[in-house]
């Protein structure tokens, strides 16, 4: 959501002046980003008009430790990330982008999201390619020469080694338990946000 430290608010938030364009007919596109815990970031993404899937897990570490009980400790270099797969005649990087810095977290907060704390829960761009991380690395400068924000965006940049999805039990955990306080507390509010402000280009089904 737009935070105490956005100087923007959502609808505020200026598209991206640089984007990946794509010709008619290309495939599935995946876009991987971290914003603290991934049953928020999953959430905001799943109504979007355009993805296909949102799926949660680890990135930024190795398949050893890429489990939940070790990821917690802080200590394997993952973040809880999501791999957001999408048509991107439907969507685009950017729009992710867009909906990553101005709903889904706030990117002004070192290894924290709300109450949780810890690498685990850094803001991160994962980028697939050297296009994703132009894009990414473009926005970023924007957003900053636009003040969207009243504190320096400390989101980092990573080259995106491996996905690795989580344990099935955190898949499409906020719809599957919407009355959970934590999910009450931290994902609702994002999700009615997300709904509120993007209604034009959320599934026609979304709700």
């Not at 400790?73 to 048509?87: L, M, N, P, V, W």
């Not at 992710?96 to 829960?121: C, E, M, V, W």
């Not at 991160?124 to 504190?151: C, M, P, S």
């Amino acid at each position: 959501m737009a935070k105490s430290g956005a100087g923007l608010a959502p609808n505020e938030f200026p598209d991206p002046d640089v984007d990946i364009v794509v010709a008619s007919g290309t495939p599935e596109q995946a876009a991987v980003i971290a914003g603290g815990c991934f049953w928020c970031t999953e959430a905001v993404y799943c109504d979007l008009d355009g993805v296909k899937q949102v799926i949660s897990g680890y990135a930024g570490g190795s398949a050893e430790t890429a489990n939940y009980d070790a990821v917690s400790s802080g200590r394997t270099q993952h973040a809880e990330a999501i791999e957001i797969r999408y048509d991107p005649s439907r969507t685009t990087f950017g729009e992710l982008l867009k909906i990553f810095f101005s709903i889904a977290h706030d990117p002004t907060h070192l290894n924290r999201q709300g109450n949780d704390s810890g690498p685990q829960y850094r803001s991160a761009i994962f980028y697939g390619d050297g296009e994703q991380k132009r894009v990414a690395n473009a926005y970023i400068d924007q957003l900053t020469k636009q003040k969207a924000f009243d504190d320096p965006i400390v989101t980092t940049l990573e080259p995106l080694e491996h996905f690795f999805p989580g344990e099935e039990y955190h898949q499409d955990y906020v719809r599957r338990n919407p009355m959970q306080p934590y999910v009450m507390f931290a994902a609702a509010p994002k999700v009615k946000k997300m709904r509120q402000y993007y209604a034009d280009r959320l599934k026609k089904d979304a709700g």
